[in-house]
């Protein structure tokens, strides 16, 4: 990959938010190495069910709004701007976004097919 710019909103739609990952078409910032998420979240938004990723660190950042991120240890919630968790592998978690127009953007990696799942 010589060079690829874009808007993460757009280009990340068809993915849930994801737009970097092994898992984007030719054309976008394919990798196995990371996957970048530009998630945009309307008030009460939840993941309700528990997702796990098997060989994946996963980074969240709260740019806009208040988070609220749920692990099997208790909660954090991410209300200002720079507040993130950062989890590993194997590590359940499930989120709720408590403001309207709440932005995070996620990280995870390395990018594997199959390793992510809900339970």
């Not at 991120?69 to 950062?86: I, K, M, N, Q, W």
């Not at 590590?91 to 339970?119: C, K, Y």
Request: hydrophobic letters at 40%; proline letters at 5%; zero cysteines.
């Amino acid at each position: 990959m010589d060079l690829v710019a874009g808007n993460a909103a757009s280009d990340g739609a068809p993915f849930r938010g994801w737009f970097v990952g092994h898992f984007v078409p030719d054309g976008l910032p394919k990798s196995a190495q990371v996957e970048i998420k530009w998630g945009i979240h309307a008030r009460d938004e939840t993941r309700s069910r528990w997702a796990t990723s098997d060989a994946a660190t996963t980074l969240s950042v709260l740019v806009r709004g208040r988070f609220r991120l749920t692990f099997e240890s208790g909660d954090h919630l991410l209300a200002r701007p720079g507040d993130y968790v950062l989890w590993g592998p194997g590590v359940a978690h499930r989120w709720q976004a408590e403001q309207d127009d709440t932005v995070v953007l996620t990280v995870r990696w390395p990018s594997v097919a199959g390793d992510a799942r809900e339970h």
